[in-house]
């Protein structure tokens, strides 16, 4: 397990490498050194701090989320959060989105499927802000078609963006019908009747068999509906919804706030919060894409073609997305490894935990949960 682990980061400092010289092969690299150097970075500790309290502020959010599932106070919910993001920024397949709840699950005894549930919630507020951030955008900028910049097999253009924006929104309707149908009770007692019918279709089995179906196949599945419903019971709290939402804007603008802040110690890189904002919006859009770890080479190709919309120089662009990158990724980094020394968490078994997760339905014991929905039934309806 070890050596996996070290071999699957290994390849990703490799990939990550070789996407930063695609990024970058337009620039010399003289001049992007001398253009590193050039930057005071005295403006990058209120940076840091912007983006650690717009962390703390998500931990707000998801505790808040989790309260209707289980009361753990703010640190609680931080370190896992922390965990989560750390093992997207180092290791593919957006890992920590999976870790998160394996943490919860076995440091608070969170149903991994109600944890799942609740980051799947969580994340929802992210992309319905950054959805309408990007409406905000196109309609204050003229993103000509024209303007592209290449990386590896992608076109970063307008129409890139365009694409990317139309999935999104799919994702959210997706997302937002099924948090609204698996929240009724009605429609979750209609799906239960469906899947304890199903025995009955091998009408040709015994008796022992269609019981058997029942309690490993059709109990499990309806404790792992309840469990999902639960972590989405945030739907009925109106209140908390606003809550969360305010919450959203202000760990948006922090982010966007460490942009302008390390860009007072920049040279050339002479925007307004709005435009940086605008930046940050468009970079978000496009490490949406598949890429290598920690988004290395297609952030600093996002940011090229953000700044290129208000005529920074590919030079001075490039030095400072990817000056700006670190920023905002290695105190990530950083504090997930502190959050792990501080809950115990073995990154190595709980990272591969999560790619079995991804790749295998949770186990469930047979009526265990089944039971617990009907315990509880009347407080999820």
Known sequence: MNKKMTISFLVGLVVSAAALYFAFRNVPVSDLFKYLASINYLWVLPSVVMVLISFYL?????????????????????????????????LPGRLGEVTRPIILQRKEKVPFTTGLATVAAE??????????????????????????????????????????FGGMLKLGAVLFAGIILITIGKVRDFFYGIIRFLPNLVFFAGQNIKETIQQKFCEPLIGIIANIAQGFALIRYPKKIILCSILSFMIWGLSAFSYYLFSLGSPGINLTFFELSVVMVIICFFIALPSVPGWWGLWEAAGVFAMSLFGI?????????????????????????????????????????????????????????????????????
């Open 58 to 90: 998500r931990a707000i959010r998801w505790q808040i989320i989790l309260m209707s599932t289980k009361k753990i106070t703010v640190w609680r919910a931080l370190h896992p959060m922390m965990i989560g993001f750390m093992i997207n920024c180092v």
């Open 123 to 164: 994340r929802m507020f992210d992309i319905c802000l950054l959805l309408l951030l990007f409406i905000v955008t196109v309609s204050a900028i003229q993103i000509r078609p024209d303007v592209n910049e290449t990386f590896l097999n992608y076109q970063l253009n307008r129409e890139t963006l365009d694409i990317i």
């Open 313 to 381: 120089s590919s030079k001075e662009a490039a030095g400072f997305t990817l000056a700006n990158h670190a920023v905002q990724v290695f105190p990530v980094i950083i504090a997930g490894l502190a959050s792990a020394m501080i809950l115990s968490v073995n990154i190595r078994k709980i990272s591969f935990a999560g790619g079995e997760y991804q790749h295998q339905p949770p186990t469930v014991k047979p009526g265990r949960l089944a039971g617990k929905h009907l315990k509880n039934k009347s407080a999820t309806n």
